[in-house]
């Protein structure tokens, strides 16, 4: 149809999936390695690779939320490894893979409200003049939410581990691992099935 011109059509690529993934493989690497006795380690390479990952766009004057979130947060968790002792330190050796995985949820369910964090690695990749079209922003906030529940159901699932140590190889590896692969797959795919399906 006449009205559908180049222009306007958001190109296939709305989302920059391999730098979303870049920025949840700290919060991945604290999940995999993390556990009551060793998630000062995983902090500290959790942090290492926040830094390491986000340090190109910090220095650009780009960061992105879920990037300083991360190496605030590990920052903190390194920090409290060394001031506090052993027995102040119970509450973070049980909780540490439930508190990460709701700080990611909490991240993205909030930059709802204001900027949907995959957005920021949409932007990348799209022209200017299409960031305010209803397709680039349904799409990331379709995007963002899928993020921040699968986080949130993973944090439910490490706190339901803590509980049921008899299923905690399902609620700790299995389920996580399969939400993780499906928001990736889902990311993938989505942009390009509601780009066309907007504009048919």
Not at 84 to 108: G, P, S
Request: aromatic content about 12%; overall charge neutral.
């Amino acid at each position: 149809m006449e009205h559908r011109t180049t222009t306007q059509e958001p190109p296939r690529k709305t989302v920059g999936t391999g730098s979303v993934f870049y920025s949840f493989a700290p919060w991945i690497i604290f999940q995999v390695v993390a556990s009551p006795s060793t998630w000062e380690y995983a902090a500290l390479a959790a942090l290492a690779a926040s830094v390491v990952l986000a340090g190109r766009d910090i220095v650009q004057g780009h960061p992105n939320v879920l990037d300083l979130t991360g190496i605030a947060f590990f920052a903190v968790l390194c920090v409290l490894a060394l001031v506090l002792d052993r027995q102040a330190l119970l509450w973070v050796e049980t909780y540490a893979q439930v508190i990460a995985n709701l700080a990611v949820a909490v991240v993205a369910l909030g930059s709802l409200f204001f900027d949907p964090f995959t957005a920021q690695y949409a932007r990348r990749t799209t022209p200017q003049h299409l960031w305010d079209s209803p397709i680039f922003k349904h799409v990331n906030v379709v995007l963002t939410a899928v993020w921040g529940v699968a986080f949130l159901v993973i944090a439910v699932l490490t706190w339901l581990a803590i509980r049921l140590p008899g299923a905690s190889d399902w609620l700790n590896w299995v389920i996580p691992i399969l939400l993780l692969v499906g928001a990736v797959k889902f990311t993938q795919r989505y942009p390009e099935w509601y780009r066309d399906k907007a504009l048919s």
